[in-house]
C-alpha cells in the first residue's frame, strides 16, 4: 500500500498507512495519531457537555511558540472557548524549530485545572520536559479568565483578556507520572491519561474533582507499552468499517 493512502478519515483528522506504520511502532507518534485520539475521545465521552477541551497537537504547538498575544486571543483562546472550560488538555512537544514539521523528540502532557486554578504537567520522562511545559505555560497562564469584546471605529472586533490580578494567575505544578521504560512510548503516556481523565469526569467523579488525579495515578502504567498501540491499532480499523 502507497504509504500516502488513506486509511480513515474521523472528525477533522486524516490518516494513512504513514501513520499506521508509526503507530505499529516501535516509533515516536506523531501529531496525526494524537490528534485522532483526542478526537475520539473528544467524542466519545462527550466533553463538552463536561466542559472538557482537547486541544489538538498542532495547535498546542502554536500556542506556546505564538509571539503576537491579540492574535493568540483572536485566533486561538476566543474561538477555542477557554473561559467556559473546567479541564483543558495541552500536548507539550520540543520541536524547536516551528519552521520544520513533526521535528520534536518528546511528548507530555500539560492539564490546566479550573477548580484549583493551577496547570499541571504529566511528564513520562521526569525532568525532560520541564523547559518546554514551562515554555507553554507562561504563554498560557494570562489567558485562563473571562473575555471582553471592544470595537474599533470602523467595527471591527476585538477580543481582549480582562486583566487577573496576580493571586488569580494560575501557578504550575510538576505531578507524579507513571514513567516510561523506553525511548519512544511518550506519545502512548499523553494517550493513556487523557482517556482516563476524560473517562472519569465523565462517568465517576460524582461531584469530587480532585480524585482524577488518583484515578491516573492508578491506572496509568508501564503495561501500556505492550498493548495500546494494538488497540488504538483496532479502534482505526473498527471505525474504519463503520
Not at 475520539?40 to 509571539?67: G, R
Not at 507562561?138 to 477580543?159: H, I, R
Not at 490580578?165 to 493513556?192: H, I, R, W
Request: charge should be negative.
Amino acid at each position: 500500500m502507497d504509504d500516502k493512502e488513506i486509511v480513515l478519515s474521523y472528525k477533522d483528522v486524516v490518516l494513512r498507512v504513514s501513520d499506521l506504520n508509526i503507530l505499529k511502532g516501535p516509533y515516536y507518534l506523531n501529531d496525526q495519531i494524537i490528534d485522532f485520539y483526542f478526537a475520539y475521545l473528544s467524542s466519545s465521552y462527550n466533553v463538552d457537555a463536561n466542559d472538557i477541551l482537547l486541544v489538538p497537537p498542532s495547535t498546542s504547538y502554536w500556542l506556546a511558540n505564538c509571539q503576537d498575544q491579540q492574535s493568540l486571543v483572536n485566533d486561538f483562546v476566543e474561538p477555542l472557548k477557554f473561559s467556559s472550560k473546567k479541564l483543558i488538555l495541552f500536548t507539550v512537544n520540543d520541536n524547536e524549530d516551528p519552521s520544520a514539521a513533526e521535528r520534536g523528540t518528546h511528548w507530555s502532557l500539560l492539564v490546566y485545572d479550573r477548580s484549583q486554578n493551577y496547570f499541571l504537567h504529566f511528564d513520562s520522562l521526569l525532568g525532560m520536559h520541564r523547559y518546554h511545559a514551562l515554555k507553554l505555560y507562561k504563554a498560557l497562564k494570562g489567558f485562563m479568565g473571562t473575555t471582553s469584546e471592544s470595537s474599533s471605529k470602523d467595527g471591527a472586533k476585538t477580543v481582549k483578556m480582562k486583566a487577573v490580578g496576580s493571586a488569580a494567575v494560575p501557578f504550575f505544578k510538576e505531578v507524579k507520572t507513571p514513567q516510561q521504560t523506553n525511548g519512544f512510548d511518550c506519545g502512548l503516556y499523553v494517550m493513556a491519561i487523557s482517556e482516563v481523565i476524560c473517562r472519569w469526569h465523565s462517568c465517576e467523579r460524582n461531584g469530587n474533582d480532585g480524585q482524577w488525579l488518583s484515578a491516573v495515578e492508578r491506572e496509568v502504567n508501564a503495561y501500556l507499552e505492550t498493548k495500546m498501540r494494538g488497540e488504538v491499532l483496532k479502534l482505526i480499523e473498527d471505525l474504519g468499517k463503520q
